[in-house]
């Protein structure tokens, strides 16, 4: 049977202790589906911990048509989870969207080329066709393109850009040399569709120095002028980080927690185990406190994205150290 995303409604419903009344309520918006790129929050919700920090968190799961900064801005949330690139776009053009805690310490972006195309490294992109994800995850793409000093507008010395949708279609359909997929779901759906890893060659934005933060958590500047609120927003934090720390250890048991939420009845086994063990990687050396050089670096691979950048001047309060201080210290 599935599980509800509700917290502890259904305690309340019950008549259960009637402490649970006092409990804080938290919706999370997810910046995707329901899958183990998410697990420690629904972790943190099927072991109680959040409970344990007197909170009734509510998860709602994300989608193709769900933006998470128009969720929030609307009032359907109190934190998301959201990409960096989207959240300071989102801060330059009006919605004042702060970051106030980084579980993921590294970035699962990478670009996946089929061997059979001659390419072994950067220097064989030129002519190519390769496929990149758009609403603001094409930034770190053209940064890239930048530095090498690559076209992006297509002939023999650029390369032609194939707006990618969320599928792995265009290079099992040989529309593209390459395509953009992440270290923990689109590579694997690959792989699953018959191409063998020595059919393959990858190129991890992390290595080509050009990595942006995932999936940091993201609240309205205005609460944060709100005590009462920078304290739940740390209880949600140090509860979900617990969260984290289990479903790392626990791969398994954390794969299958998030299955029991999955309303689809889209996601296996196998998928979201291996999902959770390439998630745990880029947790390492994260207690969800951000990195500011991991910051700097973002922004300035934001600031460098060609003639059109993601933002176009250095972001002032986008960024608080308040909650996690709060929770950790």
């Not at 995303?5 to 008549?15: I, K, Q, T």
């Not at 010395?157 to 689109?186: H, K, W």
């Not at 140090?238 to 398994?252: I, L």
Request: aromatic residues 10%; contains cysteine; hydrophobic residues 40%.
């Amino acid at each position: 049977m599935k599980k509800t995303v509700y917290g502890s409604v259904a305690a309340l419903g019950l008549g259960l202790a009637p402490a649970a009344w006092a409990m804080d309520d938290v919706t999370l918006q997810l910046k995707w589906v329901t899958q183990a790129q998410f697990a420690g929050y629904y972790v943190a919700l099927e072991n109680g911990f959040y409970e344990e920090e007197d909170l009734n968190v509510t998860i709602r799961a994300g989608g193709p048509d769900i933006a998470p900064p128009q969720v929030i801005a609307g009032g359907g949330a109190d934190v998301i989870v959201e990409w960096m690139p989207a959240a300071l776009a989102a801060r330059e053009n009006g919605l004042p969207l702060v970051n106030i805690a980084q579980p993921f310490k590294a970035s699962g972006m990478m670009l996946t080329c089929l061997a059979e195309t001659g390419i072994t490294g950067p220097e064989d992109f030129p002519g190519r066709t390769l496929g990149v994800w758009f609403f603001g995850n094409e930034y770190p793409f053209l940064s890239w393109m930048s530095t090498l000093g690559i076209p992006t507008d297509g002939g023999d010395e650029g390369v032609e850009v194939l707006r990618q949708g969320f599928n792995v279609d265009p290079l099992l359909q040989q529309q593209a040399d390459c395509i953009s997929t992440m270290t923990y779901n689109e590579y694997w759906q690959v792989i699953d569709a018959g191409i063998s890893e020595d059919e393959l060659v990858t190129f991890k934005y992390e290595d080509q120095g050009v990595a942006t933060l995932e999936d940091g958590l993201y609240v309205m500047e205005e609460n944060l002028e709100d005590p009462d609120f920078v304290d739940k927003m740390a209880r949600f934090v140090r509860a979900s980080m617990r969260g984290w720390e289990w479903a790392a250890e626990n791969v398994e048991e954390a794969a299958m927690i998030v299955l029991e939420y999955d309303d689809t009845g889209a996601q296996t086994e196998e998928h979201q185990t291996r999902m959770m063990s390439e998630v745990a990687l880029l947790l390492e050396g994260s207690n969800g406190t951000l990195d500011m050089e991991d910051y700097a670096r973002t922004v300035a691979t934001l600031l460098g994205g060609g003639s059109d950048p993601v933002i176009t001047s250095e972001p002032e309060g986008a960024v608080t150290s308040a909650v996690t201080d709060a929770a950790f210290n």
